[in-house]
């Protein structure tokens, strides 16, 4: 006959029914602090020898798993980074709020796990309403199925391109290309909220063949209409650049003034 009690770590005993006794401590229950005892009638022999060896067993690496789980959650980045840097000498305060990699579901699992190898979080401006800073967009040629990415690690955030024509890396990663990097702390604007905090201001975004025909309005010999997307790299409410992929090279398309 088996009894199972349950006993908190706070210092409170508990008694054991008699003729009973502690089996062998079975596994830490999250982070509870809930001990789970068994106890049995005393028993003899080699099978009883054996159950208490393979219950104990158990426990030992329930209490592992507890704790690389621990491990792990105190490894996670940091998704929300604030600090202070000098603006018109003086002192500043900023925030830059980031999302996982797993905040974008749609991306294709090479992408994501490049991104997850380079130590990716996504950075957000400052007007995000939404997961934003990954697109998909048909970026090396018409009809084509390519996504960019801002990607910040370590303090330094890059524009990263992901042709779908592109081979896997060794690990099954897809493989970028760096158009841009910058620190992060380079971009940062004030933005009118509460207190003059300071936020992220760099956004990316698909442009169409017809989009980036209507921004070159205006221009005294506008452009022909471009064949496949270009890439919309913008400073909110400072301006916008145009990356397009042509004849094997990214280029800057010429814009009014």
């Known amino acids: 006959m088996l009894e199972t009690i349950l006993s908190d770590l706070d210092g409170r005993e508990e008694t054991i029914p008699q003729g009973l006794k502690p089996a062998c401590l079975l596994v830490f229950s999250g ?8 106890y049995r009638h005393d028993d003899t022999g080699l099978g009883a020898g054996l159950r208490k060896l393979g219950t104990l067993l158990g426990g ?4 592992g798993a ?3 789980a621990q491990q792990a959650k105190i490894a996670s980045p940091q998704l929300d980074v604030t600090g202070q840097i000098q603006v018109g000498g003086q002192s500043t305060p900023y925030v830059i709020r980031h999302l996982p990699v797993s905040s974008f579901p749609q991306l294709p699992e090479p992408v994501g ?7 990716c979080l996504i950075p957000q401006t400052y007007q995000a309403h939404r997961p934003e800073n990954v697109v998909q967009a048909s970026l090396e040629q018409p009809g084509s199925t390519d996504w960019a990415v801002l990607c910040s ?3 330094t955030v890059s524009l990263l391109v992901f042709f779908g024509s592109a081979a896997n890396g060794e690990s099954g990663a897809a493989q970028a290309q760096v158009l841009a990097s910058v620190v992060e702390t380079e971009r940062l604007q004030a933005h009118g909220g509460v207190g003059g905090i300071l ?3 760099w956004g990316i975004d698909p442009a169409t063949p017809q989009q980036v025909h209507d921004a ?5 010999k506008r452009p022909a209409r471009i064949e496949h997307d270009a890439l919309a ?3 909110v409410d400072r301006h916008t650049v145009y990356h397009f992929y042509t004849k094997g090279a990214w280029i800057a398309l010429a814009m009014p003034d």
């Open 31 to 38: 982070t509870t602090e809930v001990v789970h005892f068994q």
């Open 60 to 63: 030992l690496l329930g209490v």
């Open 66 to 68: 507890l704790l690389a």
């Open 113 to 119: 796990k490049a991104l997850v190898e380079r130590g």
């Open 153 to 155: 690690a370590q303090g």
């Open 199 to 201: 936020g992220f201001n």
């Open 216 to 220: 070159q309005a205006g221009m005294d």
């Open 233 to 235: 790299d913008t400073l």
